[in-house]
């Protein structure tokens, strides 16, 4: 099967794709993915789960991260990147056209899976259609994941699935909401986060 959202003979053009918080010259920070599987899918996610296929249903879910490196590939828009990147020569996701501009830099040369993340986005199922980074200094990946797993439109799939470097969590959550759960209450959530942490302003 063929990849999703790809335009022929031109580039995607996609409308409020992305949203950010906080001092966008602050290379570090946290995000939101969201992430549209088209179809059901069994998606082996490394060796999470003994290397066993874990089934997914279509529909959107999220996915919280961090990347709080200063230069180079550990760094917000870098890791963005990357993640709007699929392996080998498999066409990127859609979205990624816009991150280059909005970072203004160009996607790596070749991506090899290494998060669990990575295994989902590799998936012709999967879309990348949204992106939430908040800008800061701090670590936020945890406390915004918490807050998505406490609301009730949420569902773990797998504990600790998509959270390899934050036990006791899970960061790849199935939302069941319609657009008024991203554009208002998850938006809200971020923008509230925002003031209340030192070393992020208002949105950029």
């Known amino acids: ?11 995607p053009r996609l409308t409020n794709a992305l949203f950010r918080f906080g001092e966008t010259t602050l290379a570090t920070g946290a995000y939101v993915l969201r992430i549209l599987l088209r ?3 069994d998606i082996r996610f490394g060796r999470f ?14 996915y919280v991260g961090s990347a709080m490196g200063t230069k180079g590939a550990s760094q917000l828009g870098s890791r963005l990147l990357r993640h709007a990147t699929r392996s080998e020569d498999h066409l990127p996701h859609p979205i990624r056209h816009h991150l280059e ?10 991506k090899t899976p290494f998060w669990h993340i990575d295994y989902l986005l590799d998936s012709p199922a999967a879309e990348l ?8 200094s701090l670590r936020l990946e945890v406390t915004i994941a918490a807050l998505l797993q406490e609301n009730p439109h949420t569902t773990v799939i797998v504990p600790g699935l998509g959270a390899s470097d934050a036990r006791q969590h899970t960061h790849l959550l199935r939302v069941a909401a319609d657009e008024r759960w991203w554009t208002r209450w998850l938006v809200n959530q971020l923008e509230a986060l925002e003031k209340q942490k030192p070393g992020m302003s208002s949105p950029g």
Request: proline share 15%; net charge positive; hydrophobic share 25%.
């Open 129 to 136: 259609t949204h992106v939430y980074a908040v800008h800061a």
């Open 49 to 62: 789960n003994q290397g066993q296929p874990i089934f997914l249903t279509h529909g959107e879910y999220a």
């Open 101 to 110: 501009i909005a970072f203004r830099r160009p996607p790596p040369r070749q």
């Open 39 to 41: 179809r059901p899918a």
């Open 1 to 11: 099967p063929g990849y999703p959202g790809q335009c022929s003979g031109g580039t």
